[in-house]
């Protein structure tokens, strides 16, 4: 049901427009007229509202319950003035029903743009099971990716050989430390935000960076937060992963790479490890697919996201860019 309130001082007006939706939509609107934005304000379960343009002073109480606002007008033509939709105020009542249709539509709509706006980032954990496995390549072009679809990446490198700092056109010198301090971040060559931080065995350090990590989610400036981190049976890599929406593993097509995928799962079902909860949201994506010379992990529980063939001769940076334009990424994002 549509439930519409209708702010006019014209009592003749509101209550025909009222009566007519009693007879007709019953069953499809709920109508209530106010004299006043003052009695707007205090109602409840409104989707859209129906505002005079005499009476427009209620605009803004009302935009924090999804109300969608519409001004009625005495001009003879639908319209939008300064971003509101009008609707004009003397017209047969059957075409305001169709256009009551239009703005509930409309108003869903922003309804859920704006709630994918309040979400939280969503936090992925990209995971080496083996050393150049192609995860850092993979990590930035997700980046890249979820930047040009209008969504801020932020990539934190958590390895201790630097991440491919200098190959991404990006310093090593902006450190967890820093943002915290400062607010800074790096930026790579393709315009992605980026941090980086070295994994120590200092129990206090290692917590800094967990604490670092929420803060960053807390703040809500990125909608994607990607890890990029060598897998371990550690403690810190464990408080890592429950804190992750998702976690891919990059292998290579090769019996070396189905032996990580199983060795990973392996540590994920482990009783002892109490991770068993990494399953349902582990992805493989398979790097360097060559055809028939190329293994998988077929026996494996974790979902397969994708796949990456062969690239000969090309350089870290042509990689990112052309991993970037491939659609299974959106599979991760």
């Given at each position: 049901m549509i439930r519409v309130a209708i702010v006019d001082n014209e009592y003749d007006f509101a209550a025909r427009v009222k009566h007519f939706f009693e007879e007709n939509y019953q069953e499809d609107f709920l109508i209530s007229t106010f004299n006043s934005c003052e009695e707007l304000d205090s109602a409840e379960e409104i989707d859209i509202a129906v505002i005079s343009e005499r009476c427009m002073a209620c605009e803004a109480g009302m935009n924090d319950k999804f109300v969608l606002i519409t001004i009625l007008t005495e001009d003879t033509v639908q319209s939008v003035n300064n971003g509101i939709p009008t609707i004009p105020k003397y017209q047969k009542a059957e075409n305001m029903h169709m256009q009551f249709i239009e703005l509930y539509a409309l108003r869903e709509k922003k309804k859920v743009e704006r709630e994918i706006e309040l979400m939280p980032p969503q936090l992925i954990v990209f995971l080496s099971a083996l050393p150049y496995s192609g995860t850092t390549t993979l990590a930035h072009a997700c980046a890249v990716r979820a930047n040009e679809q209008g969504k801020k990446s932020l990539v934190i490198s958590m390895k201790n050989a630097g991440g491919g700092d200098m190959a991404f056109g990006i310093s090593a010198d902006y450190t967890m430390e820093t943002y915290l301090e400062c607010g800074l971040t790096g930026s790579t060559a393709y315009g992605?935000?980026?941090?980086?931080?070295?994994?120590?065995?200092?129990?206090?350090?290692?917590?800094?960076?967990?604490?670092?990590?929420?803060?960053?989610?807390?703040?809500?400036?990125?909608?994607?937060?990607?890890?990029?981190?060598?897998?371990?049976?550690?403690?810190?890599?464990?408080?890592?992963?429950k804190l992750c929406?998702?976690?891919?593993?990059?292998?290579?097509?090769?019996?070396?790479?189905?032996?990580a995928v199983n060795a990973v799962e392996s540590a994920f079902k482990d009783?002892?490890?109490?991770?068993?909860?990494?399953?349902?949201?582990?992805?493989?994506?398979?790097?360097?697919?060559?055809?028939?010379?190329?293994?998988?992990?077929?026996?494996?529980?974790?979902?397969?996201?994708?796949?990456?063939?062969?690239?000969?001769?090309s350089g870290v940076r042509e990689c990112v860019s052309e991993i970037s334009c491939m659609k299974f990424l959106d599979n991760i994002l």
């Amino acid at each position: 049901m549509i439930r519409v309130a209708i702010v006019d001082n014209e009592y003749d007006f509101a209550a025909r427009v009222k009566h007519f939706f009693e007879e007709n939509y019953q069953e499809d609107f709920l109508i209530s007229t106010f004299n006043s934005c003052e009695e707007l304000d205090s109602a409840e379960e409104i989707d859209i509202a129906v505002i005079s343009e005499r009476c427009m002073a209620c605009e803004a109480g009302m935009n924090d319950k999804f109300v969608l606002i519409t001004i009625l007008t005495e001009d003879t033509v639908q319209s939008v003035n300064n971003g509101i939709p009008t609707i004009p105020k003397y017209q047969k009542a059957e075409n305001m029903h169709m256009q009551f249709i239009e703005l509930y539509a409309l108003r869903e709509k922003k309804k859920v743009e704006r709630e994918i706006e309040l979400m939280p980032p969503q936090l992925i954990v990209f995971l080496s099971a083996l050393p150049y496995s192609g995860t850092t390549t993979l990590a930035h072009a997700c980046a890249v990716r979820a930047n040009e679809q209008g969504k801020k990446s932020l990539v934190i490198s958590m390895k201790n050989a630097g991440g491919g700092d200098m190959a991404f056109g990006i310093s090593a010198d902006y450190t967890m430390e820093t943002y915290l301090e400062c607010g800074l971040t790096g930026s790579t060559a393709y315009g992605v935000d980026y941090l980086h931080v070295k994994k120590k065995f200092a129990h206090s350090y290692n917590e800094s960076i967990i604490n670092g990590i929420k803060k960053i989610i807390d703040v809500n400036v990125y909608k994607y937060i990607i890890l990029d981190i060598d897998f371990d049976y550690s403690d810190f890599t464990k408080d890592i992963l429950k804190l992750c929406n998702k976690t891919v593993i990059t292998v290579p097509c090769t019996i070396a790479g189905v032996n990580a995928v199983n060795a990973v799962e392996s540590a994920f079902k482990d009783a002892d490890n109490n991770m068993a909860y990494m399953m349902s949201k582990t992805g493989i994506v398979y790097n360097g697919i060559t055809g028939q010379n190329s293994h998988y992990a077929d026996n494996s529980e974790f979902a397969t996201v994708g796949g990456i063939k062969m690239v000969e001769n090309s350089g870290v940076r042509e990689c990112v860019s052309e991993i970037s334009c491939m659609k299974f990424l959106d599979n991760i994002l």
